[in-house]
C-alpha cells in the first residue's frame, strides 16, 4: 500500500541527496525508512525487562565468541 506524504521541497532535497550520497540512489521512501528501522532496533532493548536483557545480552555474547571461533578456524586453513 502507498500514501502521500506532504514535506517541504527543501526537505525532500536533502532526502534525495542522502539517497544518493549514503544509500546508493535507494528510493526516498527506503532512505526514511533506513533511520526509521535503525532506531526501533536500537530502542527495541530498553522495552526489554531485565531478565529479557540479560537473556538478549548473553546471546550476543554467545554469537560473538561463535564468530571469533568459526573466524580462527577459517584463517587457519
Same mark, same amino acid.
Given at each position: 500500500? &502507498?500514501?502521500? *506524504? &506532504?514535506? #517541504?521541497? /527543501?526537505?525532500?532535497e536533502?532526502?534525495?541527496?542522502?539517497?544518493?550520497?549514503?544509500y546508493?540512489?535507494?528510493?526516498?521512501?527506503?532512505? *526514511?525508512a533506513?533511520?526509521?528501522?535503525?532506531?526501533?532496533?536500537?530502542? /527495541?532493548? /530498553?522495552?526489554?525487562?531485565?531478565?529479557?536483557?540479560?537473556?538478549? $545480552?548473553?546471546? $550476543?555474547?554467545?554469537? /560473538?565468541?561463535?564468530? *571469533?571461533t568459526?573466524? #580462527? *578456524?577459517?584463517?587457519?586453513?
Open positions: 500500500m &502507498r500514501t502521500n *506524504v &506532504r514535506i #517541504d521541497s /527543501a526537505a525532500r536533502t532526502l534525495a541527496r542522502i539517497a544518493e550520497r549514503d546508493g540512489g535507494a528510493s526516498l521512501d527506503e532512505t *526514511v533506513r533511520p526509521a528501522f535503525e532506531h526501533e532496533s536500537f530502542a /527495541a532493548p /530498553a522495552r526489554l525487562s531485565d531478565e529479557e536483557l540479560r537473556g538478549y $545480552q548473553d546471546e $550476543q555474547h554467545a554469537l /560473538a565468541e561463535t564468530d *571469533v568459526v573466524s #580462527d *578456524v577459517h584463517e587457519s586453513e
